[in-house]
């Protein structure tokens, strides 16, 4: 594949993308998205909380920005800046700010993790206002009609002084999400990285038995994203208990002791 | 809707917003207004306060101009800067000057989660010298006539850091805002929702509920808007308990029991 | 009354402010004066600092530049910074070096919530010396002969990490305010309002009730500023037990048992 | 050796380096290359990990950009920024961007300490979107089919305050270094030091008496590295136990009764 | 006087000033200064540290270029940096290079307030290779013959955090300061603030009785400075008392119950 | 002597200077220097490790780049950065770019006071890659041949916050040092300062004294720099105690009854 340098406003998503819904994720969705109401995606790390938002990008067809949130992460960065080129001053917009103009689908992962303006700045979008302050011009921005804004994070991490705080969740319709069902898992874990589907049951299998250490010694059980990690191993030649171990066991912790313990749930699986 | 951009001055309410008086409130901030003293409204999240500045803007025939503070809201985001543009530097006034230039009301809400300068920016506004220090640039500007000064600030969340400083408080006249009766949200919930005023009704009387959870496992009860958002799920074909439990109790907690308790209320009310 | 911007520097106060002296500040603030001596004035919020300050200026005939302290105030915000205009940099002198240059009281209101930077800068200002270093001119400048220091601040806000130190204190001649004796805030409250005097007495005895009650559940009683605010709202129609609820209890406290607590003082009174 | 600058992508190793393997990591790493799965890799200092990156990026034939990654490393560090050159402003891309259009192997070293953002802007290069986005320019750029992403870090230092995520840990396959066996590291000192096998049998033992020190009064044994330090010195003509004193001891630790333990261990050896 | 603008190094003490020496300061700082040796300042504030400086300038007939202190203060401040003026760079030597090039006395008051950078950017000026490192510049430069460098810090103050280094304190000769005896600072007081010398011995009296109450209730006694403010206003026709209690107690402390106590000794010396 | 500025890289020790090795720490530095390995040096303040580094540039023939590290130091400090100057921007090595390109001796003193960024920019200079990565340049540079980093610390000043990680310490030989024997030391204080033989016989006496009282009321005792210091305050007629005093005592501590036990100290030996 050559290089390839895209705007951030034109990253559509060309193909479906393989997405088996679990609940009714999909119809709540697609009304609010119809409400103009915002929308905050609940769960754990590498359950299928970025796959659904390039589903539901693909279904309503339309463009998806994606911002990662980090510590460091302010307002000015999601609205836009002045910059200064050749001499001139150029305002370049943020992610938020093409989102808004394009009509996108924006997505905030892990919300909580930026700094608190950026919650600030989302509020006036959050509500029937729609509109977006652009403080450093002087402006507002109405929201394209198709604009929609979505956040996520993971319940399980939050700490008191990385809360939502309630004036920005009671703006939100929330949807929890979870692992699949082992059926549904075991598909996707075939499918995703082209082992056997006997392989692929016994990777689910393995996959519980690490969930179930979850607050027993493990911080969070494997995610569907590390089974494939594994399968991907396995299908590239690497013995399987080799993959659990390099593909899940260390990457979920690094204690010396529960590594050993998921080296042994994996042994007796494989 | 195409998009649309407006200088942060001209945003004028132009239709009158719906707004159910609770209590003397329109009075009390119509006689601030005319003796030029600054307004403070305290109340939960979600109870109406935006509503009501857009109601106060709109019988005023102002134009409103909100700043939703944060951590990181300094003074010069309120008052100005200088910015380079193509090897000139040029001004650029803040909301805070603009409102004082143009007459507008400016509405700082959530005025506690600002930087310290921002409170004391205000404070020669917000007496009889009703002036607005530019230094920057070395000057005063007074406020128009019809200049007026609103925070808010939502007592519940105050830490002992976050607090209005009493040179800052004994400067406003207060009001103090709440959740409205059944009937009047009822009614509001309808409206605004289109929900049948019986389904409306239910909803409020589960709010209720949550409301009374309050200190005992949640930090806030529903509000009106989470209710108005159920109802417009519920209008678009959702499942009433799949609109209350994604709509409300998933926006309001993250704790399982909590939400599974709040679910069992929203069931037993549908 | 029509946008009107000054020059901070030509801010003189024109008419004579009504000021009743409370013991000898006037007297004392002259002699100061008139020995080069700079004035530290401490007291509660809305005492009446201000306004003294406005009537010294008057008297004196010094224009008069005040600066609200704050947590970001830094040196460089005194004394000045250079600014790029049109490929130009330019210095543009901040509030202190106006004041030195040109004769004026320069007047840091709440010095303490400064940085500490700015202590440090009015320390050659403060003693025989008299002159501002302006370091990033590579410069001293020598005050005018009618340059005036004066700072304030509130002894019972101070912490630990927010006090003056003794090298600072011990360069001041310092002057304690309080409220006025009751006849004297009558004639404050009726005149500043226009209430009519025997209003303006039970709004006087109300505060009194409250500054009792401070150290006991409110962190300060009513300033004569909030029976002012009061004494207009019922000016303007508002029922007085009303305006006492919005215009001092609400400004007061959070509280809600210390809001019932003042509303039935306020109930007795009126 | 003449003063060399290159351009940070230019960075071949030429010849084969001297890497003696101690598991499977060579294979799993390439079959996780060969997957597009990025690669962390655990272990103590100078253990051997930055040789295996250098040894990877002869076997693959990629270049290596190698950040050593500290408190203040922010993603705009590794993204880039822009530079004013000559009145032109000028994008310069960062290390991982130069990585990302070069198809080069990109080695973070030390990751967990770097500032919270560059754990995120890592994310979307580190699942199966391979993106990187650079938000200062609006863009998006999608990586060279044969960039790879690796990281490192050393568990046994890690506090809570500085620990991978979940959400980060989850997106790799995880490679455990520890010391090689005597054999090996005999044979590694004496080819690296150039000192007689029999005296690097000596310093590897030695090294084995100071790694079981570790947790009773030193943070960590000798390293590779150190072994091959103290050799050099041998070579030189210093006294083994003066090049074990210098070149381990005092490297190890400041703690008095400690040095004269490990010299007293040097000494049992020599 | 009109107002005045000096280059920082242009400051020399025209005329001598009053200054008593109160032990073998004067000739101990005369050795040092020829040896190249700097010097700390140790003592209370007001207690004529900063007179002494200015009598030693005069007296040596160097430049004085006094720096104060504080938390913000770094090593650009005292070295220089570039500055944009009219689309030129020009580079401003700070306070301490103008004074290494002009042979003249840096004195940098309260050393312990800046930030720790500032404590190292003397440490080759405070020992023997007396070179300025200026780090922007990629040069170094020596210390004209002439120049002397001196720092102050109050002992009393010091916290753990602010504390003189060894490795800095180790680098100068240290001259402890404090009050004068009782006849030599009547002397003082008289002639500084023009009162009668009986009177100046009352108020001598009266600051003795404050400094023992140091530690018991006053974090300082009243410094000599302080003592002359009193005198000028008696002089100005204010009563002794009044200007005991303006001049001195309420400048030494908030303490209400303290504030009396210092009072009432006041009413017993006059 | 005449202003002269150098350029940081020109700094030659050009005679030799006065050094008296303690133990093997020329031998080892030197092999240490043919080898390509870095040193660290440890010991107290003001014990020679300055002087030691003037010795050996001047008898390696290398220019001498010395950076007193402190708590604002970044790695931009050391490498370089781009300044505007006239319109164009210019690059500007800093002081380890300089040494690296120059072959020079770069001397970091008090590594640990720095910033951890600046460990991190030493690593890859400091193993067998020798290589200085310019990330604002997107370059690495090799250093010369003659290049040698040697970085200093104080043990005994170390908190846990401020610490040398192991893998930064696991890259160097390390020197310890400490105050020279006495006959030594006597040689050096009377050579230094003038003082004759027995006088300078005392004064290392008198400093063994106050080295027993280290950690008995003393942070460290007296250093041979103080000792030289007294001495020249001796030649210069200052009266031995007084000299002991001002040169010793009060350098040391500002404990009033420490200061008093060291002068009886100086008063039993003179």
Chains 1, 2, 3, 4, 5, 6 share one sequence.
Not at 51 to 76: G, K
Not at 93 to 107: E, N, Q, S
Not at 192 to 198: K, L, R, W
């Amino acid at each position: 594949m050559a290089v390839n340098t895209l705007k951030t406003e034109e990253y559509f998503v060309q193909e479906e993308p393989f997405y088996h819904p679990v609940s009714d994720e999909v119809t709540v969705f697609e009304a609010a998205y119809r409400n103009h109401l915002p929308v905050l995606l609940k769960g754990p790390t590498g359950c299928g909380k970025t796959r659904f938002m390039e589903y539901m990008a693909w279904r309503l067809q339309r463009p998806l920005i994606t911002v990662s949130c980090h510590d460091d992460l302010t307002a000015t960065d999601l609205v836009g800046r002045y910059l200064i080129k050749g001499g001139e001053t150029t305002w370049v917009d943020g992610p938020l700010a093409r989102a808004v103009r394009a009509g996108a689908i924006c997505y905030l992962d892990e919300i909580v993790e930026a700094r608190k303006d950026t919650m600030v700045v989302i509020h006036p979008l959050a509500d029937d206002r729609r509109v977006l302050p652009m403080e450093k011009r002087g402006e507002l921005i109405a929201a394209e009609d198709a604009f929609c804004l979505t956040i996520s994070y993971n319940p399980g991490y939050q700490s008191v002084l990385k809360d939502l705080k309630q004036s920005t969740r009671q703006r939100f319709v929330a949807l929890e999400f979870d692992y699949p069902g082992s059926d549904t898992e075991t598909g996707i874990v075939a499918r995703e990285s082209g082992v056997a589907p006997e392989v692929a049951a016994r990777l689910v299998k393995f996959a519980g038995m690490t969930r179930n250490l979850k607050g027993s010694g493990l911080e969070e059980g494997a995610s569907t994203r590390l089974l494939v990690h594994a399968g991907k191993l396995i299908v590239s030649g690497i013995d399987p208990v080799v993959a659990c171990r390099t593909g899940i066991a260390q990457a979920l912790t690094d204690d010396p002791e529960m590594i050993i313990a998921v080296n042994e749930l994996s042994s007796s699986v494989f």
